[in-house]
């Protein structure tokens, strides 16, 4: 199954004004259902718990329960590119990924896997799942 590695401020959350993206709980319904899904975020280094928390203020318990159960964590010290297994297919989903980042996976011939996710479109979470609907080999 592809890998799916999520951040969580300005993907499942709005950056600024913190409250949960328009369309949260399909997305997260969604992507829970076609891919083996891991945290790519601060909120999240080896535990899945904090992430976990800080979500519970924004997202409904039904959403926040398909989080719990399909959600894997992550470690990583610098880049968040350090979590990433490259040699499985993977998407990456960041509003605001490094240039260095970008650079790894240009390197790797991977920059097609990154995905940049802007909230200030209200359709973005709606966009990102017509993607993969349309890519039926991603899942």
Same mark, same amino acid.
């Given at each position: 199954?592809?890998?799916? $590695?999520?951040?969580?401020?300005?993907?499942?959350?709005? @950056? =600024?004004?913190?409250? @949960?993206?328009?369309?949260?709980?399909?997305?997260?319904?969604?992507?829970?259902?076609?891919?083996?899904?891991?945290?790519?975020?601060?909120?999240?280094?080896?535990?899945?718990?904090? @992430?976990?928390?800080?979500? /519970?203020?924004? #997202?409904?318990?039904?959403?926040?329960? #398909? #989080?719990? +159960? @399909?959600? +894997?964590?992550?470690?990583?010290?610098?880049?968040?590119?350090? *979590?990433?297994?490259?040699?499985?297919?993977? $998407?990456?989903?960041?509003?605001?990924?490094?240039? /260095?980042?970008? *650079?790894?996976? =240009?390197?790797?011939?991977?920059?097609?896997?990154?995905?940049?996710?802007? #909230? %200030? =479109?209200?359709?973005?979470?709606?966009?990102? /799942?017509?993607?993969? %609907?349309? =890519?039926?080999? /991603?899942?």
């Amino acid at each position: 199954m592809t890998k799916l $590695y999520l951040d969580i401020d300005g993907v499942l959350l709005t @950056a =600024r004004h913190t409250q @949960a993206a328009p369309g949260v709980a399909a997305f997260v319904e969604f992507v829970t259902r076609h891919f083996d899904c891991y945290w790519l975020t601060t909120h999240c280094k080896g535990d899945s718990a904090p @992430a976990l928390r800080y979500l /519970s203020q924004f #997202l409904a318990p039904a959403t926040l329960e #398909l #989080l719990r +159960q @399909a959600m +894997q964590p992550t470690t990583w010290d610098t880049l968040k590119t350090e *979590a990433i297994d490259v040699t499985a297919d993977f $998407y990456w989903l960041d509003d605001s990924p490094f240039q /260095s980042e970008i *650079a790894y996976l =240009r390197a790797r011939g991977m920059a097609d896997r990154l995905i940049v996710v802007d #909230l %200030n =479109r209200p359709d973005a979470l709606t966009t990102v /799942s017509q993607f993969f %609907n349309i =890519r039926p080999q /991603s899942y």
